[in-house]
């Protein structure tokens, strides 16, 4: 986003027992026995991010999709996981989920 990579980044985290199964049009299936997968986004550019500055970045959309849960990537939109939301301010993570859990 800062620099220029992409307007709107996405990734796909997937813990190390669980694996995405992604077909050509896009639809992805979440398999295995651990976590899960996440699939982030942040929705604006960071506010701080520079060497030697804390990162300040809010927005940060999150589908957590545990195992045998659905995920559309052309739509960006999944079934039988969660979404919540997750911020940086001056460094420190701030999640929606209940307790402020980040996973």
């Known amino acids: 986003m800062s620099d220029g990579w992409s307007a709107n980044p996405r990734e796909i985290a997937v813990d190390e027992q669980n ?15 651990g976590k899960g997968a996440y699939f982030i986004s942040p929705q ?44 940086v301010a001056e460094g420190k993570l701030q999640s929606t989920q209940p307790d402020g859990q980040l996973y």
């Open 44 to 87: 604006k550019a960071p506010e701080v991010c520079r060497a030697g500055a804390a990162l300040s970045l809010r927005e940060i959309t999150i589908y957590r999709a545990p195992s045998g849960s659905q995920f559309d990537l052309k739509q960006w939109r999944g079934t039988g996981g969660s979404a919540y939301s997750v911020a």
């Open 19 to 33: 694996a995405v199964l992604v077909e050509a049009d896009g639809r992805a299936r979440v398999v295995g026995s």
